[in-house]
């Protein structure tokens, strides 16, 4: 998710930069793979019932059930693949839990034909809560955009990097587990890193979790997504990934400029966060082009909730009621359609 809407400048050398690790895919391995995967479309998923992803994986508030019929809505439009983003802290609680837990969860998108992008970490923070903390969470403060939203591992993990081990711990007993397992199709290492003025704080961690996921040597390519003009940045993701991933909430033709640079890189390209309906980053405009492009696409999100993503990023409760267009989303949250004109679109993309 984005704070500001912006067309990337992206005009960055193809040869090797600072940093790059042994044991990336070549362009040749990576393309094959997307060859023989096809067209990749779905969503950014949380369970409505979740205010944040610590919420999702936690033991007072896993909802199988819940996501169950929420994958099968999914299903039911053609979509095969969800990103989600993990919980180090919920790790760190349990490890045996949690790695059992996401096992579950693979297995329940397994039943709807859906592959997973899981995510280690994410910078972003919408509210006051920059370290997560496993149990209850708060319920939503409505007019709040994400206003629980909880960064993993969270900033203060971040910065001190005498933390650092334990989240070496942890990625790679996740990699360990899963690392030859089909139904997990990307790897995502990070989530819009530098994100929450945290700046080049975040670049150390970044730099490891490539060089710990490159140990682990999983049978799935690795990516973290491109997501704003910063050169040092963008030098690190795109040196090392896989897989080319960005996020794009712009217009058509903002979308249109960011896939023509992206390619200039020779490896296949996705986008793992796009649609922004006041921005004009909608599904009638973004899909048939990403599907055209052969550009994967996960767009956020499925059913709306106690995130609040419907509303605009920086909504705040001064400003209720809100009657513009929903930001995110397709499905409120008794499941009725948001659009049946999207839906329909989606369900044609996708063959249904």
Same mark, same amino acid.
């Given at each position: 998710?984005?704070?500001?809407?912006?067309?990337?400048?992206?005009?960055?050398?193809?040869?090797?930069?600072?940093?790059?690790?042994?044991?990336?895919?070549?362009?040749?391995?990576?393309?094959?793979?997307?060859?023989?995967?096809?067209?990749?479309?779905?969503?950014?998923?949380?369970?409505?019932?979740?205010?944040?992803?610590?919420?999702?994986?936690?033991?007072?508030?896993?909802?199988?059930?819940?996501?169950?019929?929420?994958?099968?809505?999914?299903?039911?439009?053609?979509?095969?693949?969800?990103?989600?983003? $993990?919980?180090? *802290? /919920?790790?760190?609680?349990?490890?045996?839990?949690?790695?059992?837990? &996401? +096992?579950?969860?693979?297995? #329940?998108?397994?039943?709807?034909?859906?592959?997973?992008?899981?995510?280690?970490?994410?910078?972003?923070?919408?509210?006051?809560?920059?370290?997560?903390?496993?149990?209850?969470?708060?319920?939503?403060?409505?007019?709040?955009?994400?206003?629980?939203?909880?960064?993993?591992?969270?900033?203060?993990?971040?910065?001190?990097?005498?933390?650092?081990?334990?989240?070496?711990?942890?990625?790679?007993?996740?990699?360990?587990?899963?690392?030859?397992?089909?139904?997990?199709?990307?790897?995502?290492?990070?989530?819009?890193?530098?994100?929450?003025?945290?700046?080049?704080?975040?670049?150390?961690?970044?730099?490891?979790?490539?060089?710990?996921?490159?140990?682990?040597?999983?049978?799935?390519? $690795?990516?973290? *997504? /491109?997501?704003?003009?910063?050169?040092?940045?963008?030098?690190?993701? &795109? +040196?090392?990934?896989?897989? #080319?991933?960005?996020?794009?909430?712009?217009?058509?033709?903002?979308?249109?400029?960011?896939?023509?640079?992206?390619?200039?890189?020779?490896?296949?390209?996705?986008?793992?966060?796009?649609?922004?309906?006041?921005?004009?980053?909608?599904?009638?405009?973004?899909?048939?082009?990403?599907?055209?492009?052969?550009?994967?696409?996960?767009?956020?999100?499925?059913?709306?909730?106690?995130?609040?993503?419907?509303?605009?990023?920086?909504?705040?409760?001064?400003?209720?009621?809100?009657?513009?267009?929903?930001?995110?989303?397709?499905?409120?949250?008794?499941?009725?359609?948001?659009?049946?004109?999207?839906?329909?679109?989606?369900?044609?993309?996708?063959?249904?």
């Amino acid at each position: 998710m984005k704070k500001l809407i912006m067309i990337l400048c992206l005009c960055l050398p193809l040869m090797t930069g600072v940093f790059a690790q042994d044991g990336r895919w070549t362009a040749e391995k990576a393309n094959r793979w997307y060859g023989d995967s096809g067209w990749f479309n779905g969503v950014n998923y949380i369970p409505s019932d979740a205010i944040n992803y610590t919420a999702m994986w936690d033991k007072t508030s896993f909802n199988p059930k819940l996501i169950d019929r929420e994958l099968a809505l999914a299903e039911a439009l053609g979509f095969n693949c969800v990103r989600v983003v $993990l919980q180090h *802290a /919920v790790y760190a609680d349990d490890p045996k839990y949690f790695l059992k837990t &996401l +096992d579950k969860f693979l297995a #329940i998108c397994d039943r709807h034909h859906i592959r997973v992008m899981p995510c280690f970490f994410d910078d972003c923070v919408f509210g006051v809560n920059t370290d997560p903390v496993v149990g209850r969470q708060p319920e939503p403060l409505i007019g709040w955009y994400a206003w629980a939203w909880s960064p993993s591992p969270g900033h203060t993990m971040v910065i001190d990097e005498r933390y650092h081990p334990q989240l070496e711990t942890y990625v790679k007993d996740v990699l360990r587990k899963f690392r030859d397992d089909r139904r997990i199709f990307l790897w995502d290492l990070y989530n819009e890193p530098t994100n929450s003025n945290l700046g080049s704080h975040s670049l150390p961690l970044l730099k490891k979790v490539f060089a710990w996921a490159r140990e682990i040597n999983p049978a799935q390519p $690795l990516t973290v *997504a /491109v997501w704003n003009g910063n050169k040092d940045l963008n030098s690190i993701i &795109l +040196d090392n990934s896989d897989i #080319i991933s960005y996020h794009c909430y712009s217009p058509k033709d903002g979308m249109q400029e960011q896939i023509t640079e992206l390619k200039r890189h020779g490896r296949p390209v996705l986008c793992s966060e796009w649609m922004n309906r006041p921005s004009k980053s909608t599904i009638e405009d973004i899909m048939p082009l990403l599907k055209t492009e052969n550009v994967g696409a996960i767009l956020w999100g499925l059913v709306n909730g106690k995130t609040q993503t419907n509303l605009p990023w920086g909504f705040r409760p001064a400003n209720l009621p809100h009657t513009g267009q929903w930001q995110h989303d397709l499905f409120h949250g008794d499941f009725t359609p948001y659009s049946e004109s999207e839906l329909t679109l989606i369900k044609q993309l996708n063959g249904k």
